[in-house]
Nanobody
């Protein structure tokens, strides 16, 4: 069982930056694919970035490509989401997710462990 705890959310002005962190329990974190998802009010949760367990391959949703960067530190069982050029439409609760099976890229059905989320608010 993997437990995920997100941190780093907050209020930022449009154009600003934030760095989200997700700390995972368990010593096999390196075996998990990891992703960041977000859910805005009234909208479905969507994965916006993912990094594969092996090889470090990353995939981004078009809405964040070029602005968000996902990285992982397996030694510290932590995954990060660096966000720059933030826009009001990036406002959402951001969730960390981890999956141990076949990597499903940005499809949420491949991630069986989810954190509680951290709020990101971008003011215009």
């Amino acid at each position: 069982q993997v437990q995920l705890v997100e941190s780093g959310g907050g209020l930022v002005q449009a154009g600003g930056s934030l760095r989200l962190s997700c700390a995972a329990s368990g010593r096999t974190f390196g075996w998990y694919h990891v992703g960041w998802a977000r859910q805005a009010p009234g909208k479905e949760r969507e994965l916006v970035a993912t990094i594969r367990a092996s090889g470090g391959v990353t995939v981004y949703a078009d809405s964040v490509k070029g602005r968000f960067t996902i990285t992982r530190d397996n030694a510290k069982s932590t995954v990060f989401l660096q966000m720059i050029g933030l826009r009001p439409e990036d406002t959402a609760v951001y969730y960390c997710a981890a999956g141990s099976g076949t990597w499903t890229s940005l499809r949420a059905n491949g991630y069986e462990h989810w954190g509680q989320g951290t709020q990101v608010t971008v003011a215009s």
